[in-house]
């Protein structure tokens, strides 16, 4: 089978995140970027689905900026056959929105034809959580969002899937979206060989206004500020002081 | 921002006269959540919020024991009316059943907003309507500052964004923790029964596999004790389960780094990929504080850790921190209470 995985270029989920002073949104310049971490998650499933000899091929897409070469990069490195690159220089954080992605993967899906789709549950930027759940319904296809194991049986797919209380077992019809969530699978690291050879691997380019979808935002984000800085706290030294200060607060 | 003085408006238009999406006075659609035939905790939070928003509250239940929850439903305070869909293809949250459900009902009643809890199921269901409807979701809301307007997390909860949704319809999911409970008593609300496609026939649900307790729901507990990495073995739980009923019946939450070396099943997740809380009182026993952990509990009313690393970031947020060893602090706390 053809497996798309969806990746996506955030900011570094270590880096301290900034707020412009302007409080027109988060500053990403000169910040260290890399591939959002549930999207390394997909991308290490759909490798290791073709190395189980399920998948036959596996395509990265990725939609962003020109800069965002680098984390397909990474995902061919990571394995995938090929990539391609929608081009866009909407930001990525708040104008360009699960929806308009969830669009391009559909177009992009309607030539390739993959009989599976795998994503990240959510980007660690937009926190939406939203874009697999997106494509399915666009495609009309059923959805095991927050996958917390994969296996492929025939043209059924097994997940085990997280839900509130634990975890929920279904099986799938293909084709299939998939969103995984961090217990999925442990991501490998590319090693320098793959890396050099990730460079020979074709990425396609696409001009996300070639593609005669509308991509406009349907949700302005008017501003952005800082959280609420919580007042500093206390040290105490001892076991009954943590006991006696939360009597004097009424909390217990 | 809208009073209930705008009422008269929105039923002469759900009457037919025709009016624009921007004179339409609000109506909000709630998908209720509920578990073992009673309605849960977090669809009191969502009306609230669709409260917040103006105008009518209808509530959708939908599940093979819909009529006996429906019945529940309309006793909310400020719903004024319920929708029960008693269909067994709705349990289990298979989105493709629900959202055909949702789809037919906004078909024939054409609501302005239709707001989610953002759970597990909200966020699984939620965007497939979107994207159903054309209309992009809002995750997470924090605040409701108008009909369109609304705050939400970003970035960990490191950014907090004011949102304007365009769409003639607003698809939200709504943060619970940042809502208070709609009394369960007290609506008087009409029950109709609806119907949707029911089974679309793509997924077949196989088990579920849910951990009974009888402490109380991580996401709604009043007080809440949280282990880390620092516990160093599943067994060592133990100790945080006793504090916990020591505190008079909290909740027991973990650490990805807990979670991942296995001492505790993922469904005690607290973070930004986990349960969000915002407990009266959260005890960190053995956490360092991670960017991804403070975001799923830092706006817990009292945040008390123990920690033996005087550089752990979580005693940044903390109101009252001890630096000590937890097996020898967590014992002695079980002991003086």
């Keep these: 089978m053809k497996v798309f995985v969806a990746v996506k270029r955030t900011l570094d989920y270590a880096v301290k995140v900034r707020v412009k002073a302007d409080k027109s949104a988060v500053d990403l310049a000169n910040v260290k ?99 697999g759940q997106m494509l399915a319904g666009l495609m009309d296809a059923p959805i095991a969002a927050f996958a917390s194991e994969v296996s492929v049986d025939g043209d059924k797919v097994h997940v085990t ?25 442990e991501p490998r690291y590319a090693t320098l060989p793959n890396i050099m050879k990730a460079k020979k691997k074709k990425i396609e380019e ?45 909390v217990l | ?26 109506s909000t659609l709630v998908l209720a959540e509920h578990a073992e035939g009673a309605i849960a905790d977090s669809t009191l939070s969502v009306v609230s919020a669709a409260k917040a928003i103006g105008g009518d509250v209808t509530v959708l239940v939908a599940g093979a024991d819909a009529a006996k929850i429906a019945e529940q439903a309309a006793k909310i305070d400020g719903v004024s009316s319920v929708l029960a869909a008693g269909d067994a293809a709705y349990d289990h949250g298979i989105a493709e059943n629900i959202t055909a459900l949702l789809q037919s009902v906004q078909d024939s009643k054409s609501f302005s907003h239709i ?43 490191n950014a907090i964004a004011t949102v304007k949704s365009s769409d003639s319809v607003k698809l939200a999911s709504v943060r619970i923790t940042n809502f208070d409970k709609a009394a369960a008593e007290g609506g008087s609300a009409s029950v109709e029964e609806v119907s949707g496609p029911g089974d679309a026939g793509k997924t077949t649900w196989v088990a579920d596999e849910v951990a009974k307790s009888d402490r109380p729901e991580l996401t709604t507990a009043d007080k809440i004790v949280s282990g880390g990495r620092g516990l160093k073995n599943g067994e060592n739980f133990e100790m ?16 990805r780094a807990a979670v991942d070396a296995g001492y505790v099943p993922n469904e005690l ?39 033996k690393d005087p550089e752990a970031p979580i005693f940044q947020v903390s109101d009252i921190g001890l630096e000590a060893d937890l097996f020898k602090a967590v014992p002695e706390m079980i002991e003086k209470l």
């Design chain 2, 240 to 255: 945080l389960y006793t504090l916990a009923d020591k505190l008079g019946g909290g909740a027991v939450g973990a650490s």
């Design chain 1, 33 to 131: 970027m890399s591939m959002n971490p549930f999207c390394e998650i997909a991308c290490e499933e759909a490798v290791r689905l073709k190395e189980k000899k399920v998948a036959k091929e596996v395509i990265a897409v990725t939609v962003g900026p020109k800069a965002a070469q680098e984390t397909l990069r990474t995902a061919l490195a990571m394995g995938a056959d090929r990539g391609i690159h929608v081009v866009t220089d909407m930001r990525h954080d708040t104008e360009l929105q699960p929806l308009a992605v969830a669009k391009v993967l559909q177009a992009l899906g309607a030539k390739e034809s993959p009989d599976m789709y795998i994503l990240g549950k959510q980007s660690i930027d937009g926190d939406n959580n939203q874009t």
């Design chain 1, 161 to 185: 899937r997280e839900i509130d209380g634990g975890l929920q077992k279904i099986d799938l019809g293909l084709p299939a979206v998939v969103t995984a969530d961090l217990r999925l699978n």
């Design chain 2, 269 to 307: 997740q607290i973070g930004q990929t986990g349960k969000i809380v915002a407990p009266g009182l959260y005890i960190a026993v053995g956490i360092s504080g991670a960017i991804q952990h403070l975001a799923g509990m830092k706006d817990a009313k009292t945040i008390v850790c123990i920690n």
């Design chain 2, 115 to 157: 707001l989610f809890a953002a759970s597990n199921d909200g966020k699984n269901i939620m965007p497939r309507l979107g994207a159903k409807l054309d209309v992009q979701p809002v995750s997470d809301i924090l605040e409701v500052l108008g009909e369109d307007t609304f705050k939400r997390p970003m970035y960990a909860g």
């Design chain 1, 206 to 250: 696409i001009k996300a206004e070639d593609l005669g979808l509308s991509l406009e935002p349907h949700v302005q984000y008017t501003s952005v500020e800082d959280p609420p800085v919580r007042q500093a706290g206390i040290k105490v030294e001892s076991v009954d002081e943590v006991i006696s200060k939360l009597k004097e607060t009424g």
């Design chain 2, 1 to 26: 921002m809208l009073a209930s003085g705008f009422k008269s408006a929105g039923l002469m238009a759900r009457r037919g006269l025709a009016a624009s999406a921007q004179a339409r006075m609000a």
